[in-house]
């Protein structure tokens, strides 16, 4: 099973093509109380400019409701799954996908 928490194994051209598939609202609230690790990688996968503005937009986001972290959350899963399966992705899990 793929995590949003797994996000942090890709390396920063894998995440480049997942970030695209994403708004960035709606990354920007599924990164709310992420891990270090998953928000680096994220970062990494963006230029500078991009990450910038999610920084900020992080910052000054407030409250965000529990499901609502989760159902973005699980809209990014979701696009990372269907990218892998169409072979545009290796989300690093070797043969057990």
């Known amino acids: 099973m793929f995590t949003f928490d797994d996000l942090a ?18 990354l920007t609230i599924a990164l709310k109380n992420a891990s270090d690790a998953v ?3 994220v970062f990494a996968g963006l230029s500078q400019r991009a ?3 999610i920084r900020d937009d992080l ?3 407030g409250n965000v ?6 159902k973005a959350r699980m ?3 979701a696009a990372a ?11 690093g899990r070797g043969d057990d996908t």
């Open 9 to 26: 194994r890709l390396d920063p051209r894998n995440m480049r093509l997942l970030v695209r598939e994403v708004p960035a609202e709606r």
């Open 39 to 41: 928000v680096a990688a």
């Open 51 to 53: 990450s910038e503005l």
């Open 59 to 61: 910052e000054i986001l």
């Open 65 to 70: 409701r529990r499901a609502d972290i989760e």
């Open 75 to 77: 809209e990014i899963i």
């Open 81 to 91: 799954l269907r990218l892998e399966s169409e072979g545009s992705i290796d989300l």
